[in-house]
């Protein structure tokens, strides 16, 4: 009987291991993000974690603060580029993501990129398990806060694992990222995942739209930064 009971103890322990596993599981999501990229003189991974590339690039009218905030729609400009949508391939690759929707051609170095993506959650979360891997540096917004940052020069390592780890809460309804990843040479890409319990928004959702006639200051600076 005692046998039984340490059997059954074992298997209950065994089954409540596993749902904190797929609990914290971390899901590599490949997008598609809407994307914006702005070139650097010199001066790439590392050294550009916490320059306002956005706000260099528009002369002020656009800033990572507002972006993170409120998002961006696609085909807006910013400096010589278009938020575009784009999926990323498994290997994290996003010189080649660049290439392939036609924003730059060619290898690319001194650059920053910006990704972003709403989450959609049924409930409110917190202490979800995250994960980022970035070549070079890296970092993170969530509903306009920053949540992570690593000023780096490294490769974004194995495509099945992360590199940094922290929590983010999540909010029932919808939750803006933005990762922001500088290039200095070489590589170019990143690694993002999150556990808890969502759904990835249409990429038409990055920006939800105000009701008619209740537009804020803020909310009109970013719809008319062409």
């Given at each position: 009987?005692?046998?039984?009971l340490?059997?059954?103890?074992l298997?209950?322990?065994?089954?409540?291991?596993?749902?904190?596993?797929?609990?914290?599981?971390?899901?590599?999501?490949l997008?598609?993000?809407?994307?914006?990229?702005v070139?650097?003189?010199?001066?790439?991974?590392?050294?550009?974690?916490?320059?306002?590339?956005?706000?260099?690039?528009s002369d002020?009218?656009?800033?990572?603060?507002?972006?993170?905030?409120?998002?961006a729609?696609?085909?807006?400009?910013v400096?010589?580029?278009?938020?575009?949508?784009?999926?990323?391939t498994?290997?994290?690759?996003?010189?080649?993501?660049?290439?392939?929707?036609?924003?730059?051609?060619?290898a690319?170095?001194?650059?920053?990129?910006?990704?972003?993506?709403?989450?959609?959650?049924?409930?409110?979360?917190?202490?979800?398990?995250t994960?980022?891997?970035?070549?070079?540096?890296?970092?993170?917004?969530?509903?306009g806060?920053?949540?992570?940052?690593h000023?780096?020069?490294?490769?974004?390592?194995?495509?099945n694992s992360?590199?940094?780890?922290?929590k983010?809460?999540?909010k029932?309804?919808?939750?803006?990222?933005?990762?922001?990843?500088?290039?200095?040479?070489?590589?170019?890409?990143?690694?993002?995942?999150?556990?808890?319990?969502?759904?990835?928004?249409?990429?038409?959702?990055?920006?939800p739209?105000?009701p008619?006639?209740?537009?804020?200051?803020?909310?009109?600076?970013?719809?008319?930064?062409?």
């Amino acid at each position: 009987m005692f046998r039984k009971l340490c059997i059954i103890g074992l298997a209950c322990l065994m089954s409540l291991s596993v749902m904190t596993l797929t609990a914290d599981a971390q899901q590599k999501i490949l997008g598609p993000y809407l994307w914006m990229i702005v070139k650097l003189n010199g001066g790439g991974g590392a050294a550009a974690t916490n320059v306002d590339s956005l706000d260099d690039a528009s002369d002020g009218k656009v800033t990572e603060e507002k972006v993170a905030k409120n998002g961006a729609r696609e085909g807006d400009e910013v400096g010589d580029y278009e938020w575009t949508p784009g999926t990323l391939t498994n290997n994290g690759d996003i010189n080649a993501l660049i290439n392939n929707i036609g924003m730059a051609a060619g290898a690319l170095d001194h650059i920053t990129s910006y990704a972003l993506i709403i989450l959609k959650t049924k409930r409110a979360q917190a202490n979800v398990a995250t994960g980022v891997s970035s070549d070079d540096s890296v970092k993170v917004w969530v509903n306009g806060e920053v949540v992570h940052t690593h000023a780096t020069n490294r490769g974004r390592g194995n495509d099945n694992s992360f590199q940094d780890h922290f929590k983010i809460d999540l909010k029932k309804g919808n939750n803006l990222i933005m990762i922001k990843v500088s290039e200095a040479g070489g590589g170019w890409g990143m690694h993002f995942g999150v556990g808890g319990d969502y759904e990835l928004a249409e990429i038409d959702a990055i920006l939800p739209v105000e009701p008619v006639g209740k537009l804020t200051t803020q909310w009109a600076q970013i719809k008319n930064i062409r």
